[in-house]
């Protein structure tokens, strides 16, 4: 027998819903040709059989009923549940204060609740229940860094690696294997634990992680986020609507485009520009960098000779995305900066001049508003008239700079972005909003769309379509992704763009004051900021003296700070962009910095800063 076929039957229907009550009740059936079955239960065993073929267990059904049911919470669980989930918030949150004795991942070397001390490269445990963590010099892991404590250990060809589970710790360490102390998540078991196992367990994260919103993270560009995004993270995943097609939920489609098309007023661009919220930056980028192939290269035999043009402080993550497009052959060429840290546009002309004599195809470059090392920015209209010239996309990398759009101060940075083919910009930065929040612009929304117009399967051929629709999943290569709109969407109602303004333009005050602050000071050279990062060196002395200046600083664990190498020169780097960081806290870094300094026992001289 067909039982697919005898299951679309509307007597098999029916009697299925029979079937499945509580009280079913021996019916017989006079079925079409060629089905003619009959049902019998046995008392024993419960069991419905049909003709032999099929055996049905409304005991065993019964079971994994109840068992299913467990996934249906009540409110009074969910509350209990969200109640102690809070209260685990609230233990960390605490903790993301510069007062606060663990520090910006780690315990200080006087450990709380401890009298002994302990020095860097080693392991401590705080005291506390299930609370594990390392030393200041700890490991610390990504998808762009292999690093160890202040003076950084990072992964390359003449470095030493060993493992996939790998740790370095200390200034000068290599070791491979887990610290005595790390620990296993909870694993994943054939019987649940109750919610306070689960709590105790993911709490120890707070021990083990980079604090990134803690006021004295001022390394790579910190995370933040806000109990309102939280809090729209929570409804998404609750509501769970599939938010990329009108069809399923017009009111989730219609928040994430509004989420669009303001970031697209606020850079300038056209009504008829489209976009989406992406994962992050990275994929921001690939999705506008799959528009500019398909617009620019159509066909795949001309990858091998199409030409990428980035400035030598582009994000690594553009080049990346080439292998991702299939254009890994592609030639990629890097801009030298000048001396104000901007890509050349002298240079990336005669670059571009040189390979069309060459034959090759010059179809995308990228300027950045906002370099990650630096935060310079590159000049837009100068590039985007290059790219013009040369009938090249021009793609702006905003993830890190980009909403310092919203303060007057910084707006004439952004000038000729509102020409720009595409832009990528990260609200998991500029807006606080979770870690997996990018965002993509493409200024010709039609040609995002031919790159990504979704194919329907038979399975949705009864799904009411209208061509007028912009369905977020014909924008972007992703399907099922998660609702991301409610986390930037939420805080930005509740406090109002106004609020977000004010917090950028304070990072941009504080790292004028910080450079103000640190111009004055001996023995330091110090590189005016464009927008919240500041460099700074002794200089005249070698690189090791700057890194043992970079290991006194963050030494007591209140601090995290990092090296950066930029035209060959070693830098102390410091982004403020925390919205926890404030006034006294940069003052209490500035303190650190002048009585390391002190500490180092320099000459008596003076240097003036640079830039």
């Given at each position: 027998?067909?039982?697919?076929?005898?299951?679309?039957?509307?007597?098999?229907?029916?009697?299925?819903?029979?079937?499945?009550?509580?009280?079913?009740?021996?019916?017989?059936?006079?079925?079409?040709?060629?089905?003619?079955?009959?049902?019998?239960?046995?008392?024993?065993?419960?069991?419905?059989?049909?003709?032999?073929?099929?055996?049905?267990?409304?005991?065993?059904?019964?079971?994994?009923?109840?068992?299913?049911?467990?996934?249906?919470?009540?409110?009074?669980?969910?509350?209990?549940?969200?109640?102690?989930?809070?209260?685990?918030?609230?233990?960390?949150?605490?903790?993301?204060?510069?007062?606060?004795?663990?520090?910006?991942?780690?315990?200080?070397?006087?450990?709380?609740?401890?009298?002994?001390?302990?020095?860097?490269?080693?392991?401590?445990?705080?005291?506390?229940?299930?609370?594990?963590?390392?030393?200041?010099?700890?490991?610390?892991?990504?998808?762009?860094?292999?690093?160890?404590?202040?003076?950084?250990?990072?992964?390359?060809?003449?470095?030493?690696?060993?493992?996939?589970?790998?740790?370095?710790?200390?200034?000068?360490?290599?070791?491979?294997?887990?610290?005595?102390?790390?620990?296993?998540?909870?694993?994943?078991?054939?019987?649940?634990?109750?919610?306070?196992?689960?709590?105790?367990?993911?709490?120890?994260?707070?021990?083990?992680?980079?604090?990134?919103?803690?006021?004295?993270?001022?390394?790579?560009?910190?995370?933040?986020?806000?109990?309102?995004?939280?809090?729209?993270?929570?409804?998404?995943?609750?509501?769970?609507?599939?938010?990329?097609?009108?069809?399923?939920?017009?009111?989730?489609?219609?928040?994430?485009?509004?989420?669009?098309?303001?970031?697209?007023?606020?850079?300038?661009?056209?009504?008829?520009?489209?976009?989406?919220?992406?994962?992050?930056?990275?994929?921001?980028?690939?999705?506008?960098?799959?528009?500019?192939?398909?617009?620019?290269?159509?066909?795949?035999?001309?990858?091998?000779?199409?030409?990428?043009?980035?400035?030598?402080?582009?994000?690594?993550?553009?080049?990346?995305?080439?292998?991702?497009?299939?254009?890994?052959?592609?030639?990629?060429?890097?801009?030298?900066?000048?001396?104000?840290?901007?890509?050349?546009?002298?240079?990336?002309?005669?670059?571009?001049?040189?390979?069309?004599?060459?034959?090759?195809?010059?179809?995308?470059?990228?300027?950045?508003?906002?370099?990650?090392?630096?935060?310079?920015?590159?000049?837009?209209?100068?590039?985007?008239?290059?790219?013009?010239?040369?009938?090249?996309?021009?793609?702006?990398?905003?993830?890190?700079?980009?909403?310092?759009?919203?303060?007057?101060?910084?707006?004439?940075?952004?000038?000729?972005?509102?020409?720009?083919?595409?832009?990528?910009?990260?609200?998991?930065?500029?807006?606080?909003?979770?870690?997996?929040?990018?965002?993509?612009?493409?200024?010709?929304?039609?040609?995002?769309?031919?790159?990504?117009?979704?194919?329907?399967?038979?399975?949705?051929?009864?799904?009411?379509?209208?061509?007028?629709?912009?369905?977020?999943?014909?924008?972007?290569?992703?399907?099922?992704?998660?609702?991301?709109?409610?986390?930037?969407?939420?805080?930005?109602?509740?406090?109002?763009?106004?609020?977000?303004?004010?917090?950028?333009?304070?990072?941009?005050?504080?790292?004028?004051?910080?450079?103000?602050?640190?111009?004055?000071?001996a023995h330091i050279q110090v590189v005016e900021p464009v927008l919240s990062t500041v460099l700074f060196r002794i200089p005249g002395v070698s690189d090791n003296t700057n890194r043992a200046l970079l290991r006194e600083i963050t030494t007591d664990g209140r601090f995290f700070i990092t090296t950066t190498t930029v035209k060959g020169v070693l830098y102390l780097r410091v982004i403020i962009f925390c919205y926890r960081t404030h006034r006294q806290d940069v003052d209490v870094f500035i303190n650190k910095v002048k009585d390391a300094v002190v500490k180092m026992e320099l000459p008596e001289v003076e240097f003036c800063?640079?830039?």
């Amino acid at each position: 027998m067909d039982v697919t076929n005898f299951s679309s039957q509307p007597h098999w229907r029916h009697c299925y819903r029979n079937i499945c009550t509580d009280n079913f009740v021996e019916r017989k059936h006079s079925f079409p040709s060629p089905f003619t079955t009959s049902f019998k239960t046995h008392s024993r065993t419960k069991k419905i059989t049909m003709s032999s073929e099929v055996v049905f267990n409304l005991e065993y059904l019964t079971r994994l009923e109840e068992s299913a049911r467990t996934l249906e919470s009540t409110p009074q669980q969910r509350s209990e549940m969200m109640f102690k989930a809070q209260r685990e918030v609230d233990a960390y949150l605490e903790q993301l204060s510069l007062d606060h004795p663990t520090g910006w991942v780690i315990p200080p070397k006087e450990t709380q609740g401890q009298d002994k001390l302990v020095q860097p490269g080693q392991y401590q445990v705080q005291s506390g229940p299930n609370q594990v963590q390392s030393g200041p010099d700890r490991a610390q892991s990504g998808p762009d860094r292999v690093q160890s404590g202040p003076d950084q250990v990072q992964s390359g060809p003449d470095q030493v690696q060993s493992g996939p589970d790998q740790v370095q710790s200390g200034p000068d360490q290599v070791q491979s294997g887990r610290g005595p102390h790390e620990t296993e998540p909870l694993p994943i078991q054939e019987n649940g634990v109750s919610i306070d196992e689960v709590l105790r367990d993911f709490s120890r994260i707070g021990n083990e992680m980079e604090r990134e919103g803690h006021p004295g993270h001022m390394a790579y560009v910190p995370g933040n986020s806000t109990a309102p995004a939280a809090i729209g993270d929570f409804l998404a995943a609750s509501f769970n609507p599939y938010s990329l097609n009108v069809a399923s939920c017009r009111r989730a489609v219609k928040m994430q485009q509004m989420i669009v098309q303001w970031v697209g007023r606020l850079f300038g661009y056209p009504s008829a520009c489209a976009g989406n919220l992406t994962s992050g930056g990275t994929v921001a980028t690939m999705v506008a960098m799959t528009t500019a192939r398909d617009h620019k290269v159509p066909r795949s035999k001309d990858y091998s000779r199409s030409v990428l043009y980035l400035s030598e402080l582009t994000h690594d993550g553009v080049a990346k995305c080439l292998s991702t497009l299939g254009m890994r052959e592609a030639v990629v060429r890097k801009v030298p900066v000048d001396d104000k840290y901007r890509m050349d546009v002298n240079i990336l002309r005669k670059f571009i001049e040189n390979d069309v004599q060459n034959n090759l195809l010059p179809f995308l470059v990228v300027a950045t508003t906002g370099t990650t090392d630096v935060g310079s920015v590159d000049p837009v209209p100068a590039i985007r008239a290059v790219a013009t010239q040369y009938n090249m996309w021009l793609h702006v990398d905003a993830c890190y700079g980009g909403f310092f759009v919203l303060c007057n101060s910084a707006k004439h940075l952004f000038e000729g972005v509102e020409t720009a083919d595409s832009i990528a910009v990260d609200p998991h930065k500029g807006l606080y909003a979770p870690f997996g929040t990018g965002l993509v612009l493409v200024r010709n929304g039609t040609l995002l769309r031919n790159s990504n117009t979704r194919q329907h399967g038979n399975y949705m051929q009864d799904q009411l379509t209208n061509p007028e629709d912009w369905n977020p999943e014909d924008l972007t290569f992703e399907q099922s992704a998660h609702f991301r709109a409610p986390r930037v969407l939420l805080p930005l109602q509740l406090y109002g763009v106004a609020t977000f303004r004010d917090a950028l333009q304070e990072k941009l005050e504080l790292a004028k004051y910080l450079y103000l602050r640190l111009k004055g000071q001996a023995h330091i050279q110090v590189v005016e900021p464009v927008l919240s990062t500041v460099l700074f060196r002794i200089p005249g002395v070698s690189d090791n003296t700057n890194r043992a200046l970079l290991r006194e600083i963050t030494t007591d664990g209140r601090f995290f700070i990092t090296t950066t190498t930029v035209k060959g020169v070693l830098y102390l780097r410091v982004i403020i962009f925390c919205y926890r960081t404030h006034r006294q806290d940069v003052d209490v870094f500035i303190n650190k910095v002048k009585d390391a300094v002190v500490k180092m026992e320099l000459p008596e001289v003076e240097f003036c800063h640079a830039g």
